[in-house]
């Protein structure tokens, strides 16, 4: 069974920085396409970031050139660096496997001073 379970968020300061994972189980992760999505309270899930299996990465234009995704397939990890965090950074942070139903229950990330 394919499981996903993230990790790493938490109280940041605008401007401080977090790094978020993704743990993958289940499944041949090394072929697989993951992305990050986040969701504030009242909007919709929104995308955030992705990498293929072959590295590339896509990221929304929200947040190009303060987060950096990443992935370990050894370890099945996807990761997420953010960082200059911003207030409107604030959600709940998701990964999920591109294409299918599979996602992690989700990571608060609250940036506020």
């Known amino acids: 069974q394919v499981q996903l379970v993230e990790s790493g968020g938490g109280l940041v300061q605008p401007g401080g920085s977090l790094r978020l994972s993704c743990a993958a189980s289940?499944?041949?992760?090394?072929?697989?396409?993951v992305s990050w999505y986040r969701q504030s309270p009242g909007k919709q899930r929104e995308l955030v970031a992705g990498?293929?299996?072959?590295?590339?990465?896509n990221y929304a234009d929200s947040v190009k050139g303060r987060f950096t995704i990443s992935r370990d397939n050894a370890k099945k990890m996807v990761y997420l660096q953010m960082n200059s965090l911003k207030p409107e950074d604030t959600a709940v942070y998701y990964c999920?496997?591109?294409?299918?139903?599979?996602w992690g229950q989700g990571t608060q990330v609250t940036v506020s001073s």
């Open positions: 289940g499944t041949s992760f090394r072929t697989l396409s």
């Open positions: 999920t496997i591109v294409a299918s139903d599979y």
């Open positions: 990498i293929t299996s072959s590295y590339r990465t």
